[in-house]
């Protein structure tokens, strides 16, 4: 089956620590999502790539970057994490800007 | 940026109960979508509906674009509909707008 596909699902990591979350697709979509939701809250879009077009949302902390090497996959990197950090961290693509977006299952990321 | 007021944003059901869920939003859309977000965190998604009305299952949905709302319908409700369910919409700008959820939980 067609699938969005996020590792770890589970990442401790200790403050400052940097961390990478992983996100791939056999959907073979243009564009490919990054949204942090913290608990009780609605999932708050990071930045999108639309192909190799890097789209960063204006309140992204500069701490957080991403990678996308080819059409499948995507990564998030946090270059110090802090405690506010602890989330879960949803990938999410679809076939263009305004089409059905899918999510992967997520991972949710610890800060010690 | 569009406004997405969901509501109730809390409903216990017995469980075989029917429920209404709507979402409100602020400005003409080409993308809506209503997901479920399961005890994992996962968001299901459970329709793709900028108008019209759609049925899978016991869950139906209704988008009345030129009034600027949706709504889903859960009918004979079980315990495995407990969760949160988001509506999220997109404009122009090319991003999904999510409201606040509605916190559905349903007791046998």
């Known amino acids: 089956d067609a699938m969005v596909i996020q590792n770890p699902r589970y990442q401790v990591t200790q403050f400052g620590k940097p961390v990478t979350l992983s996100c791939s697709q056999t959907?073979?979509?243009?564009?490919m999502y990054w949204y942090q939701q913290k608990s009780s809250q609605a999932p708050k879009l990071l930045f999108h790539y639309y192909d190799k077009d890097f789209n960063n949302e204006a309140d992204t902390p500069d701490n957080f970057q991403s990678r996308r090497p080819n059409t499948s996959f995507c990564f998030l990197d946090i270059r110090s994490p802090g405690l506010g950090d602890a989330a879960m961290y949803l990938c999410a693509t679809s076939r263009g800007p305004m089409n059905e977006q899918f999510f992967g299952p997520g991972t949710r990321l610890t800060v010690l | 940026g569009i406004q997405v007021e969901q509501s109730p944003p809390d409903l216990i059901l017995q469980e075989g109960a029917n429920s209404t869920l709507r979402c409100n939003f602020s400005?003409?859309?080409?993308?809506l979508q209503w997901f479920h977000q399961n005890p994992w965190g996962q968001l299901i998604n459970l329709f793709y509906i900028p108008s019209g009305t759609k049925q899978n299952g016991r869950l139906s949905a209704t988008t009345v674009a030129t009034e600027r709302y949706s709504l889903l319908y859960i009918s004979s409700s079980q315990t495995t509909d407990s969760g949160v369910y988001f509506c999220a919409v997109g404009g122009g700008n090319n991003r999904l707008a999510f409201g606040k959820g509605n916190q559905v939980v349903v007791i046998p």
């Open positions: 400005d003409s859309v080409n993308n």
């Open positions: 959907l073979n979509h243009n564009v």
